[in-house]
């Protein structure tokens, strides 16, 4: 009988075993993420840090091991109930942005929460507010088609943020962005997640995305290669833990 996860883990994964069309992509990965942490998933490409968020977000199913958000196991659910899991509890966003393409910025960001059963008035009063945030207020009605692939990508960090999920999962979330408007997003996502308490997984191949989190892990060849601790107490803690590990690329 396998042991109930912590208390204070929002996730919780063991043994995590994945492949893709026989090729490994996690062997064997286990990992807790407590509630309101940043966690930062570093390394190389290819080294497994998609088939890890896939899995954790109920995106993907696992070959082998466990995975439990809030107590209750996802592992277990099929395509339907790790469908309404993300939908109804976690955001999420990738290296390229996929906007519905029919409707505007702003009906785009208050989409996920029309459909949460939000008003009209709080469903658009938020996306304005994250629009606004993230720079691209200015946007706020064009379709994605009349926008360039950096204010893409900003118009979907905002949907992620905007209904206030538990869990945010960001994969390479900054890859289409130059430097300056990369390290915007960073401190948006990780400032968001803090003064909100969203727990949010951050995953680059980068490891200096390090310092924008309370922890840093990193895979290689679908293994982690630096343990799992406790999360620091803050970003600059993280940061500092992250720069003592060596965070290997």
Not at 23 to 48: F, I, K, M, N
Not at 121 to 137: G, K, Q
Not at 142 to 161: E, G, H, N, Y
Request: charged letters at 20%; a neutral charge; one cysteine or more.
């Amino acid at each position: 009988m396998s042991a109930a996860p912590p208390d204070n883990d929002v996730l919780w994964a063991r043994g995590i075993v994945k492949s893709h069309h026989g090729t490994p992509a996690l062997r064997g990965v286990s990992l807790g993420v407590q509630v309101g942490e940043v966690l930062a998933v570093t390394g190389p490409r290819g080294s497994g840090k998609s088939t890890l968020l896939g899995c954790l977000s109920a995106l993907l199913p696992v070959d082998e091991g466990e995975v439990w958000f809030n107590s209750s196991p996802v592992h277990t659910l099929g395509r339907a109930g790790r469908a309404r899991l993300r939908r109804d509890r976690f955001g999420f966003v990738g290296s390229e942005p996929h906007l519905v393409p029919e409707l505007t910025a702003r009906e785009n960001v208050a989409l996920p929460l029309l459909l949460a059963g939000a008003g009209n008035r709080a469903a658009y009063t938020a996306a304005d507010e994250w629009l606004e945030r993230l720079d691209v207020a200015d946007i706020a009605r064009l379709r994605p088609d009349r926008l360039v692939q950096s204010q893409r990508q900003r118009v979907s960090v905002a949907r992620a943020l905007a209904p206030l999920p538990p869990v945010v999962f960001a994969d390479d979330p900054t890859a289409p962005l130059h430097h300056e408007a990369a390290e915007q997003v960073l401190r948006i996502l990780s400032s968001a997640a803090r003064s909100h308490q969203l727990t949010l997984v951050l995953a680059a191949h980068d490891p200096a995305v390090a310092r924008y989190a309370d922890r840093s892990v990193a895979l290689a060849d679908g293994r982690l290669t630096v343990p799992d601790g406790p999360p620091a107490a803050g970003a600059a803690a993280g940061a500092g833990v992250a720069a003592a590990a060596g965070t290997p690329r």
